[in-house]
């Protein structure tokens, strides 16, 4: 997520004042004379304005670079619709994400479903978005689903020939890459994955995790259906790899505004990133992004199932998000891609 770059003085004092008057503001004419006529204007703080940026945070759920180019662009159609100042930022960690909003450090934030739950939960945040995807009818759809990949030439044809293997999750906080995954293994062998796999591993995102498994770092990962076509991937890891496996469906992710942000503001923010994904750009930023085909409004009893997912597992996601390792190094993709 990036920072807008700032102009001359004389352009900041003049964007203050464009803000002040797109939100409502007015001033009232000091006495001719007086100290407060003399004295000497301090910046702004309110929200949106040059000194004050809203934040906008990116879950680091793939690639940093593709994540930080899509987030840019969204950063750039929301200045230009709302007239207010930016901020972008790409935590290191899902769980950092929350962080940020629970300390009111981050405003709006993109985040995976079980990280609405959780911040939901501690009354960080509120979801106001969520993701449309096509199905493999090219029809929109609510929800996705979560998959397991091994090596194609592995020998493994389901779930019980990763027993006593390495395997690779995407983060504690990650709904397709960690807790559905999760319940799925739990239903098909009766134990834990701790006690299921010889080793388990958190690879930091998506992409990490599918790139573990074509480089032979682990025998078995878990991620979204199809995070192996997310762009930068080696030309031939659908051939060397192959889904063993699937979990779902999963409301889809989306898009949630901190505790105490003015609802006027939130309601404009929301119809510039509907008006900006119905645009020919923004179609293919949200898409690059986390491979979004749409919008649609939603309250906290969407991610509901969710929220019933981890108290079936067990999990107590906070406390696995606050004792997770940092993420491995991201894997390099072969010279075949």
């Not at 949106?48 to 899509?70: C, E, M």
């Not at 990133?273 to 119905?278: A, G, I, Q, T, W």
């Amino acid at each position: 997520m990036r920072i807008a770059v700032r102009g001359p003085v004389v352009i900041a004092l003049a964007l203050g004042l464009v803000i002040t008057a797109c939100s409502g503001g007015t001033t009232t004419p000091s006495p001719a004379g007086s100290a407060a006529a003399t004295a000497t204007a301090k910046p702004t703080d309110r929200l949106g304005s040059f000194n004050r940026p809203i934040v906008l945070a990116f879950t680091p759920s793939q690639d940093l670079a593709r994540v930080t180019a899509s987030g840019n662009k969204i950063k750039a159609s929301l200045e230009k619709a709302t007239a207010l100042s930016w901020k972008v930022s790409v935590p290191t960690s899902y769980a950092a994400v929350i962080e940020g909003m629970c300390a009111g450090s981050i405003d709006i934030a993109f985040l995976a479903p079980l990280m609405m739950v959780l911040a939901g939960d501690k009354g960080c945040a509120t979801p106001f978005l969520a993701a449309l995807r096509k199905d493999d009818t090219g029809k929109l759809a609510t929800t996705y689903q979560s998959q397991i990949i091994v090596r194609a030439d592995s020998g493994i044809t389901d779930i019980s020939g990763l027993k006593g293997k390495k395997f690779a999750f995407t983060d504690a906080v990650s709904t397709s890459g960690y807790l559905f995954p999760t319940l799925l293994v739990k239903d098909k062998t009766g134990q834990d994955p701790k006690a299921f796999f010889s080793s388990t591993v958190f690879a930091g995102g998506h992409d990490k995790a599918v790139l573990a498994v074509y480089q032979g770092t682990v025998d078995g990962a878990a991620s979204f259906i199809d995070a192996r076509t997310l762009a930068g991937m080696p030309a031939d890891i659908m051939e060397k790899t192959k889904r063993i496996a699937t979990a779902g469906p999963i409301p889809n992710d989306g898009a949630a505004y901190r505790k105490g942000f003015p609802d006027d503001v939130r309601a404009q923010i929301q119809k510039a990133l509907e008006d900006y994904s119905k645009t020919t750009d923004g179609a293919a930023t949200f898409k690059a992004l986390y491979s979004w085909d749409g919008m649609q409004s939603v309250d906290t009893s969407f991610y509901d199932p969710v929220r019933n997912a981890a108290k079936l597992a067990g999990l107590d996601i906070q406390q696995e998000a606050n004792k997770t390792a940092p993420p491995t190094p991201s894997p390099k993709p072969s010279a075949s891609g």
